[in-house]
């Protein structure tokens, strides 16, 4: 029989049969600080006050979270806490986003950026395009590699630095095996023409690549607008809708990173190694909070604003790809008709 809703005194009876031990109070708390979600609230009888009323979803939230308050770290305190241990619930049921999880990642992208543009900053504060960019670089002779140029010329300007490119981040994602599969239109075509994505090294990353990342490194797609301005637009207009029915996808390419880290440190002699770059690959909250400080992390960006950031960005990307897959779909047959058209030789008369 389908599960039904609950009072918050049956939620805390089931949640002490399964040994965790949990007050009505410490709900209510857990409710006002953003970990559980507001019920409806249900009378319960005349004269007996009013009762939150649960779903089966918010019972399974109120169990992982109050398991994962049981975790604790090499000194005996809880192991997670705060943002951190909110975003970890929201990427179990995907709830949250626009409650808290979102202006956290605005926080982390807003430090982030600033992190990234400092090496010239500071040589360019009145007017920053790429002209006055790339002469900084050149006068102070800064040693700023392809990546960084290919992100502070998009960030700023919407088109690369002289010399920037992406390709080794590229490189390392079709290394790791992360390429394979993300874009349906990539599918599409592959099916059209014949080539089976699933096949070696995976058409479909090299599809992405002559799609997306060489048109951007060489600045054929470059447009007047900064990069770091539309992606701060687009987790502004992410709504909790989209951003949950998104989140498997950020799930997937969690489990292929896991994926490859569990076989490389097979072959690497290393089994066991921890494999999951949600927790930085075995980190405690704490641990990385110290080294996030000793490190001196780009512009003080905490653990949780890295990870909310890094989840923000999966959603807006596959948003993005949604929305162009969607396009792609419902023009495909036209697209290859003119193709057709303009390709297959016509028969004389």
Same mark, same amino acid.
């Given at each position: 029989?389908?599960?039904?809703?609950?009072?918050?005194?049956?939620?805390?009876?089931?949640?002490?049969?399964?040994?965790?031990?949990?007050?009505?109070?410490?709900?209510?708390?857990?409710?006002?600080?953003?970990?559980?979600?507001?019920?409806?609230?249900?009378?319960?009888?005349?004269?007996?006050?009013?009762?939150?009323?649960?779903?089966?979803?918010?019972?399974?939230?109120?169990?992982?979270?109050?398991?994962?308050?049981?975790?604790?770290?090499?000194?005996?305190?809880?192991?997670?806490?705060? =943002?951190? *241990?909110?975003? %970890? /619930?929201?990427?179990?049921?995907?709830? #949250?986003?626009?409650?808290?999880?979102?202006?956290? &990642?605005?926080?982390?992208?807003?430090?982030?950026?600033?992190?990234?543009?400092?090496?010239?900053?500071?040589?360019?504060?009145?007017?920053?395009?790429?002209?006055?960019?790339s002469a900084a670089l050149d006068e102070h002779e800064l040693d700023i590699g392809p990546v960084e140029k290919h992100a502070i010329g998009m960030l700023e300007n919407g088109e690369p630095l002289s010399g920037g490119t992406l390709r080794p981040l590229y490189d390392a994602a079709k290394h790791a095996g992360m390429l394979r599969g993300l874009s349906p239109i990539a599918a599409s075509l592959a099916s059209v023409i014949g080539i089976d994505p699933s096949e070696g090294?995976?058409?479909?990353? =090299?599809? *992405?690549?002559? %799609? /997306?990342?060489?048109?951007?490194?060489? #600045?054929?797609?470059?447009?007047?607008?900064?990069? &770091?301005?539309?992606?701060?637009?687009?987790?502004?207009?992410?709504?909790?809708?989209?951003?949950?029915?998104?989140?498997?996808?950020?799930?997937?390419?969690?489990?292929?990173?896991?994926?490859?880290?569990?076989?490389?440190?097979?072959?690497?002699?290393?089994?066991?190694?921890?494999?999951?770059?949600?927790?930085?690959?075995?980190?405690?909250?704490?641990?990385?909070?110290?080294?996030?400080?000793?490190?001196?992390?780009?512009?003080?960006?905490?653990?949780?604003?890295?990870?909310?950031?890094?989840?923000?960005?999966?959603?807006?990307?596959?948003?993005?790809?949604?929305?162009?897959?969607?396009?792609? =779909?419902?023009?495909?047959?036209?697209?290859?008709?003119?193709?057709?058209?303009?390709?297959?030789?016509?028969?004389?008369?």
């Open positions: 029989m389908k599960e039904q809703p609950a009072t918050t005194g049956e939620i805390v009876a089931r949640l002490a049969r399964i040994g965790l031990t949990v007050s009505a109070t410490q709900i209510d708390n857990d409710t006002r600080d953003g970990f559980l979600p507001e019920r409806t609230a249900k009378a319960v009888g005349s004269g007996r006050g009013r009762s939150g009323q649960w779903e089966p979803w918010m019972f399974r939230r109120a169990e992982r979270l109050y398991r994962l308050r049981k975790i604790r770290d090499p000194d005996g305190e809880p192991a997670l806490s705060g =943002d951190v *241990l909110r975003i %970890l /619930l929201y990427i179990g049921d995907g709830w #949250g986003w626009s409650d808290r999880l979102r202006d956290t &990642a605005l926080r982390g992208h807003e430090k982030s950026v600033g992190a990234t543009l400092a090496p010239v900053a500071k040589y360019t504060k009145v007017y920053r395009d790429n002209n006055n960019i090294e995976s058409f479909v990353a =090299d599809f *992405l690549y002559t %799609l /997306l990342v060489h048109r951007l490194d060489d #600045g054929t797609e470059s447009s007047s607008a900064g990069l &770091a301005s539309l992606i701060r637009s687009q987790i502004l207009s992410t709504s909790e809708d989209d951003a949950r029915r998104l989140l498997p996808t950020f799930r997937r390419f969690v489990r292929d990173v896991r994926g490859f880290v569990h076989r490389s440190a097979i072959v690497e002699g290393r089994p066991g190694f921890p494999t999951n770059p949600i927790t930085m690959f075995g980190r405690r909250q704490r641990q990385l909070e110290r080294e996030f400080r000793e490190n001196r992390a780009p512009r003080r960006i905490t653990p949780a604003q890295s990870l909310a950031l890094f989840i923000a960005i999966s959603i807006v990307a596959d948003r993005m790809l949604d929305k162009l897959s969607a396009y792609a =779909d419902k023009n495909l047959a036209f697209f290859m008709s003119v193709l057709q058209t303009v390709l297959v030789p016509k028969k004389s008369p």
